[in-house]
């Protein structure tokens, strides 16, 4: 997918594809398309800009998903139920079982092609692969509904 990255201030940046315009703020995190306001990862239009200003990308990526935060969340014990050494457990609990839950196959063939993430754009078969006419050569139609005439 080809990408025009223009910029409009120090942190802001116009990203423009073949259909939209995204306006990306580097500096605040935020791009119209909420994709990186929501994830706070940056999307392929924040991507764009950061490459377009030689920056890693990476940068831009919210400390919440560093693995220094998810080593520092994780560093103690966790006991869900409280502190282990006061917990009480009924005396029978090693005749106790719980067997997984019952399931169904599925009817039909298993898929055999893989579901395609929503961030990935212009791959054949994808929902934003542009189509043109082959008629007249312009998008949004195809030769069935084409209105220009024959000739």
Known sequence: MLLNVYQVDR????????TMKFVVDLEKRHCTCNVFDIDKIPCIHAIAAAKHIKRDENFFVDASHLTETWAKAYAESIHPGGELSTSTYPENIDELS????????????PPTKRKRSVGE???????????KCSRCGTGGHNKSTCERPIG
């Open 121 to 131: 754009f212009g791959v054949p078969g994808s929902k934003s692969q542009s189509h």
């Open 98 to 109: 719980c067997p997984p839950p019952a399931t169904k196959k599925k009817s039909g063939r």
């Open 11 to 18: 942190s802001e940046f116009e990203v423009k594809d073949e």
